[in-house]
């Protein structure tokens, strides 16, 4: 998995109107806000927010993303406010609002009109002290999760199926107000507001070993997946009708032996599956078993490498029945 800082708004530019994306990605905002003192956007609660429109599909998510948004914000407001805000223009369709509700309490919630996942800080920061929090939402599963985490504890979890949606199903982004609706302004001051998304990178397979053998000889293959990542199994099918899966290894390669009782040309086929069912591609690796008599292996070996367009031929001579 790769971590990707998708959004970065350090906040500190003291004035403009634009809110600069210290991500790389020019995820830049339209400020409709004043400016603390303090290097830090000041949301009044009547009418200021930020605008990220133009990014919002970039800014998006979908459902089987990994996706935290960190920031640090303070308020003494008793009024709901929304700190950040994603949706389609459509209501029935994906949405994600951060929110501090009236009580001081922290909340997310997503999904769309058939299914939500909500969940709500026990603690309440509407104290007008600065406050640390990480929103995380963990979607490469069936039922996602969501967590809310303030001042390094968490204080907020649910787990529930969610159904699909996808990062161009949210048209608006906003921050300080609900995104397609001018309500629930935040009253109050957020800063360093990151938005990062896990990128799962599927591995990919490779298989080494012995590329001739012997009939009743033990021979050992390593499953290589490149890059290297643990919580995977390996399926193999030996080609000669059996076939084998280990159990998940954290090294990222695993060891399997295997013997061949017959002669022939067996094509060895290995793939790799995790935890949550997402697989490699299928590699394939070939063995020759032989007719021969073991001091012909080295030989037979070497012409191959000289003469490898001979290969089906002398598959043909040495294996005729
Ligand atoms: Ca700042
Ligand atoms: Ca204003």
Redesign the pocket.
Known sequence: MNEELLAYW???ECDGTTLWDCSGHNYNGIIYADWNPG??LNFDGVDDYVDFDTHSEDLGYNKTDDYTISFNFKSTSSTKGTIYSMSHTNIARAFAQLELLADGRLTYKTGDSTSLLQVNSTGTYNDGSWHYAEVRFYGEVVNPTIEIWVDGSKDGSITDWLAPFLSEDFKTAKMGRKSNEEIDYFDGII??FKIYKWLITIPKIDIEGPSMGKVGIKYGFIFTLSPPQGGWRVNIDWGDGTSETTGFNSSGYVMVNHTWTTEGIFIIKAWAKNEDGIETTVATHKIIIPRIRASSYQWYHWFLECFPFLEIFLHKIYLKN
């Open positions: 350090k906040s500190d290097y830090c800063d360093e």
